[in-house]
């Protein structure tokens, strides 16, 4: 392949010819289209019939010359609905090429052919823009660092609506990493401040990315040794305790799903919010500090 490629331009490419070889093909669609267009275009010209169109006419027991003009009509569809599949395709195509265009820092290992065609399928009737970013970010990851976007993921991604991607960004700056636990703290008084509504958390929890559970609890250990670290941006909170201390924090849990989109949707946060969990956790763990 061109050698002025990225190596993540040559993997998507690669992975562009092996998923649509795979699946449905827009071009071979269109030449099965255009041939049958031809043969009307040649029934009008010789006056002939084919068997199909026979068939067609003693099937429906309609007259010859409403059987062709309907035929017309479901080619034209037939095209118009597979271009607009293909465009689509396209531009989540275009969205992941902007992002590895200068990407060389990508696994060896390739993007599973299952995974390949699932993906397709499901971008093909995607045509909101930012949802198709949205798509271009998750081909991107995947051709970057393969099964870091399982199946189940996809398939919940393509029941999303653009309204639903929305609200879970909306509370993307309420996510923090509890030692590898994406969650969000559920704590009436700070969710009432920063509007994180029940209702929102109930929503994402029907699109299978949020467990809106009211009774969960994340029970951490912590020593010297091993503290609480929460990462959040570029910032760690960390407990400082020198004997072994357990700290309880209910939390409305990510699911796997949740996690998987939360890797490409856009990062914003909230500093006051990261204080005011630093509070929370230090005005109901009195003998530990938090630095």
């Known amino acids: 392949m061109n050698?002025?490629?990225?190596?993540?331009?040559?993997?998507?490419?690669?992975?562009?010819?092996?998923?649509?070889?795979?699946?449905?093909?827009?071009?071979?669609?269109?030449n099965i289209i255009d041939k049958e267009a031809k043969q009307i275009d040649m029934l009008e010209m010789d006056g002939g019939i084919t068997d199909k169109a026979i068939s067609l006419c003693n099937d429906m027991e309609q007259p010859l010359g409403e059987v062709k003009e309907?035929?017309?009509?479901?080619?034209?569809?037939?095209?118009?609905?597979?271009?607009?599949?293909?465009?689509?395709?396209?531009?989540v195509v275009n969205e992941a090429k902007a992002i590895l265009q200068d990407e060389n820092e990508v696994a060896d290992e390739v993007?599973?052919?299952?995974?390949?065609?699932?993906?397709?399928?499901?971008?093909?009737?995607?045509?909101?823009?930012?949802?198709?970013k949205l798509w271009g970010k998750v081909l991107a990851g995947e051709i970057k660092s393969p099964n870091s976007f399982t199946l189940r993921s996809l398939d919940t991604l393509s029941k999303i609506t653009k309204q639903e991607?929305?609200?879970?960004?909306?509370?993307?700056?309420y996510i923090i990493n509890y030692r590898g636990t994406f969650a969000i703290l559920n704590d009436d008084e700070i969710n009432k401040k920063y509007n994180v509504l029940y209702g929102k958390i109930v929503e994402m929890s029907e699109c299978g990315l949020i467990d809106s559970s009211g009774s969960m609890r994340l029970t951490l250990g912590v020593t010297a040794q091993y503290p609480l670290e929460l990462i959040y941006d570029m910032k760690?909170?960390?407990?400082?305790?020198?004997?072994?201390?357990?700290?309880?924090?209910?939390?409305?849990?990510?699911?796997?799903?949740?996690?998987?989109?939360?890797?490409?949707v856009a990062d914003n946060y909230d500093e006051n919010y990261l204080q005011d969990v630093a509070n929370y956790l230090a005005k109901n763990n009195r003998e530990i500090t938090f630095t």
Do not use: H
């Not at 760690?236 to 949740?258: A, D, R, V």
């Open 236 to 264: 760690l909170l960390k407990s400082n305790n020198i004997e072994e201390k357990k700290i309880i924090i209910p939390i409305y849990k990510l699911t796997q799903t949740g996690q998987d989109i939360l890797s490409v």
């Open 3 to 30: 050698e002025n490629f990225s190596n993540g331009l040559q993997k998507l490419y690669n992975c562009v010819s092996k998923g649509l070889g795979s699946i449905m093909i827009p071009q071979e669609v269109r």
């Open 111 to 132: 993007v599973n052919e299952d995974w390949l065609m699932r993906f397709f399928n499901s971008i093909q009737d995607i045509s909101n823009t930012d949802m198709q």
């Open 165 to 173: 991607a929305t609200l879970f960004e909306e509370l993307r700056p």
């Open 70 to 91: 309907l035929y017309r009509r479901t080619c034209s569809r037939m095209l118009y609905q597979e271009m607009r599949k293909q465009k689509n395709i396209e531009d």
